[in-house]
Each structure stands twice: as structure tokens, then as C-alpha cells.
């Protein structure tokens, strides 16, 4: 072969090659655009095949290596860290006290039940409006099935005075039961 045609040759290896290498540019700089705007929680992934993969190796494009540059590195999630409420002092007299709310009923009976086991002699039940019923549930399902030697020891009914979230006072009805073992 001569000269001219090896110099021919090389002319066209290197025009194929520039053609595949602008080609790839342009497949190559869409993932990276979409991998920017896609979600970190979804992972891009992908698999070159025997076919995709270039003859040889090449460098990434200047531009392409500079968004890869200049994107900021993924941040791991750390648990945020709670501040501990700061604890209030609880009163003797609140300490064996039930207060009844929005919890089921046998998540009450579990707490009578657990003040009696702790060594308590006397455990006071207090409700009040709609939630009265439930306070008597209460105690007549402690005393029934988990603590068959306690008693009502005295219950007392009374009329409390409530301020509103819009300054006026309402009257409701509040119970306490006193059990005693």
C-alpha cells in the first residue's frame, strides 16, 4: 500500500471515529442532565453491553466532566436528634393519680394495674365530661379481673370550672374514683 491510501485510510478512521465520539457525546449528556433533575432516592443505573462499550477508551467530554465536577456531593441522612422534653415535677399526690383521656380503656386498667404492683396502697381514677364512663369502666374492669382484692374506697363527683380557648368559662362534670387494695 502506498502512502496516499494508508493516509486515506487513517483520514476515514479518524472521521468514523469523531462521528461515534460526537454520537456518545449526545447519548452520554442526557442521563447526566435527567440524573441531575431525577430524585436522589432513585438510583440510575446502567449496564454497558460488549456492543455500547467503545473500542477504546476515551475521556469524557469537557463539559460533561465539568457537571460531574461541579455537582454537589449526595449528603447521607442522619437521624435527627430530639431534645428530651424537659420533665415536670409531679406532686405526691399526682403520682398515683389516673387521669383519663383518648387512650383505650384497658391501656387505663394497665396503668392502674401497674401503680397497685409498684407498691401503691391507694390509686385515684379522675375523668371528666364525656370520658366519666370511661373512668367507671376503668375500675370496675380493674377490680374485676386483675385485681380482685381492691375496692372503691370513696368516689367523688363534682362540677369544675373550665376556661374556653376564647376566654369564656364552661361548668363540666368531673368524677375520681379512689381504689384501694
Request: aromatic residues 2%; charged residues 30%; without cysteine.
Amino acid at each position: 500500500m502506498s502512502d496516499e491510501q494508508t493516509a486515506t485510510q487513517q483520514e476515514k478512521i479518524n472521521e468514523a471515529t469523531e462521528q461515534a465520539t460526537s454520537k456518545e457525546e449526545i447519548s452520554q449528556e442526557a442521563p447526566v442532565e435527567k440524573a441531575q433533575e431525577a430524585p436522589a432516592e432513585q438510583p440510575q443505573e446502567a449496564s454497558p453491553t460488549e456492543e455500547d462499550a467503545p473500542a477504546e477508551p476515551q475521556e469524557a467530554p469537557a463539559g460533561q466532566a465539568e457537571a460531574i465536577s461541579q455537582a454537589p456531593p449526595a449528603k447521607a441522612q442522619e437521624p435527627k436528634a430530639f431534645a428530651p422534653r424537659p420533665q415536670q415535677a409531679r406532686s405526691p399526690r399526682d403520682e398515683n393519680t389516673i387521669f383519663i383521656g383518648r387512650k383505650s380503656t384497658m391501656g387505663y386498667v394497665l396503668a392502674v394495674v401497674t401503680q397497685f404492683n409498684s407498691g401503691a396502697k391507694e390509686v385515684k381514677i379522675k375523668a371528666r365530661g364525656k370520658l366519666i364512663s370511661k373512668a367507671v369502666d376503668v375500675a370496675e374492669i380493674a377490680k374485676g379481673r386483675f385485681l380482685p382484692g381492691a375496692k372503691s374506697d370513696a368516689i367523688s363527683i363534682t362540677t369544675e370550672e373550665v376556661q374556653n380557648e376564647d376566654g369564656s368559662k364552661s361548668k363540666v362534670s368531673s368524677i375520681e374514683i379512689k381504689m384501694q387494695k
